[in-house]
């Protein structure tokens, strides 16, 4: 059955912090990662990756696919309050199946 | 419109009764999902839509549960004798041709 997993479950940092949030897939036919962010209802996208070892980059975000080792990590620079929110990382496979989720990262950004 | 649209919101319903919740997807998307997510949980896939081929039901967890979409764009998940255990937020998603998938704001259920 395909899986995700991340870690940390849920992490509180302060303004400023680094952080990094990991997910680790094991997924039929993989084909690439995404990750989401969730601040109230609506999962908003943020990257998809799809080959190993580039980095996808977007402001302070950043994300990098290891095929290999069959994880993602998800780093956030010089955190803000407004970065507080669920982060979900999803596997695809080929083909039109659903996005397989893991439960989230909750990050909570203190000032 | 410019994203995926879904209502109600908000759905709160006595135990028993049964419930339709719509998703308008963005214009020309032939992919449509149904997810649903639970206090403290993942995403749960229910039920997708890819243009005129059968959907996969392989996520809906019981018969109550069905869905249908009308002239390849919006579509209906209804939820029979609703229980408790069915409150939830129920999230729809649509992709044309990438991996990405677009997500709605979501309906929240509750059952009381």
């Known amino acids: 059955e395909d899986k995700v997993v991340q870690s940390p479950l849920s992490l509180v940092v302060h303004e400023g912090d680094t952080v990094t949030l990991n997910c680790s897939y094991e997924?039929?036919?993989?084909?690439?990662l995404l990750w989401y962010k969730q601040e109230k209802k609506a999962p908003t996208f943020l990257f998809m990756l799809t080959s190993s070892g580039i980095e996808k980059k977007s402001g302070r975000l950043s994300s990098i696919l290891d095929k290999k080792e069959l994880f993602s990590i998800l780093n956030i620079t010089a955190t803000q309050t407004g970065d507080s929110a669920v982060y979900l990382c999803a596997g695809f496979s080929q083909g039109n199946t659903p996005l397989v989720f893991g439960k989230g990262t909750r990050l909570s950004v203190i000032a | 419109g410019a994203g995926v649209s879904q209502s109600p919101s908000n759905k709160v319903t006595e135990k028993g009764k049964d419930v339709e919740l719509r998703c308008d997807p963005i214009s020309g998307h032939t992919a449509l999902y149904w997810y649903r997510q639970s206090l403290g949980q993942g995403l749960e896939f229910l039920i997708y839509?890819?243009?005129?081929?059968?959907?996969?039901k392989s996520g809906l967890p019981s018969d109550r549960f069905s869905a249908e979409r009308t002239g390849g764009s919006v579509s209906t998940l209804t939820i029979q004798r609703t229980q408790q255990e069915d409150s939830a937020v129920y999230l729809c998603?649509?992709?044309?041709?990438?991996?990405?998938?677009?997500f709605g704001p979501g309906t929240r259920l509750t059952v009381l």
């Open positions: 839509f890819q243009g005129n081929s059968a959907p996969d």
């Open positions: 997924v039929t036919n993989f084909r690439s």
């Open positions: 998603a649509s992709r044309l041709r990438t991996d990405t998938q677009y």
